[in-house]
T-cell receptor, first 113, second 111 residues
Framework: DTGVSQNPRHKITKRGQNVTFRCDPI?????LYWYRQTLGQGPEFLTY????????KSRLLSDRFSAERPKGSFSTLEIQRTEQGDSAMYLC???????????FGPGTRLLVL | AQTVTQSQPEMSVQEAETVTLSCTYD???????LFWYKQPPSRQMILVIR??????QNATENRFSVNFQKAAKSFSLKISDSQLGDAAMYFC????????FGTGTSLTVIP
């Protein structure tokens, strides 16, 4: 296993369009996290899963955002009706338990025009 | 509310010298973990060092060590014998029931 992977790496979309990102965690990790990072800032927590259960959601995760992890393996993050303020790097991380080290993927950079 | 504060947006160090990056935090949880992550330009975030709050002994990883002062809620990172490859953004992070990162410190290593 080569680590956490994310696809696509870059996405350019027009305002109002829907986008979906995918994250494949390290295979033996049961926890998966999504973060958003804007330029010059640290990652901001969005949500996390333990297996297929979504256990925590940040207030940053508006109704336009939804995340799933249907079989406890890969996860998807969908943003509906994108806005220019959604432009950011979306990071995925996985860990083996709640307090385990989180291993990050390379991120998906979203640009909303 | 939990917060992580990195008060040094930018730091620089001469190659082979030592530099200390500061981090303070606030949490109401009794069981938590602290991390330093490194994010090189256009590359993914990687773990530098980790500290369990219940451990009094400061963590060390080769040239990287921390000064963990639990009562003061301080968690600084010391990089010894700085190398050019240490140049990156460094983020302090706090995890417990929630997950918080600081705003980062950009470290420049001067040859």
């Amino acid at each position: 296993d080569t680590g956490v992977s994310q696809n696509p790496r870059h996405k350019i979309t027009k305002r109002g369009q829907n986008v979906t990102f995918r994250c494949d965690p390290i295979s033996e990790h049961n926890r998966l996290y999504w973060y958003r990072q804007t330029l010059g800032q640290g990652p901001e927590f969005l949500t996390y899963f333990q297996n297929e259960a979504q256990l925590e959601k940040s207030r940053l995760l508006s109704d336009r955002f939804s995340a799933e992890r249907p079989k406890g393996s890969f996860s998807t993050l969908e943003i509906q009706r994108t806005e220019q303020g959604d432009s950011a790097m979306y990071l995925c991380a996985s860990s083996s338990d709640l307090v385990g080290t989180q291993y990050f993927g390379p991120g998906t950079r979203l640009l909303v025009l | 509310a939990q917060t992580v504060t990195q008060s040094q947006p930018e730091m620089s160090v001469q190659e082979a010298e030592t530099v200390t990056l500061s981090c303070t935090y606030d949490t109401s949880e009794s069981d938590y973990y602290l991390f330093w992550y490194k994010q090189p330009p256009s590359r993914q975030m990687i773990l530098v060092i980790r500290q369990e709050a219940y451990k009094q002994q400061n963590a060390t990883e080769n040239r990287f060590s921390v000064n963990f002062q639990k009562a003061a809620k301080s968690f600084s990172l010391k990089i010894s014998d700085s190398q050019l490859g240490d140049a990156a953004m460094y983020f302090c992070a706090l995890t417990g029931n929630q997950f918080y990162f600081g705003t980062g410190t950009s470290l420049t290593v001067i040859p």
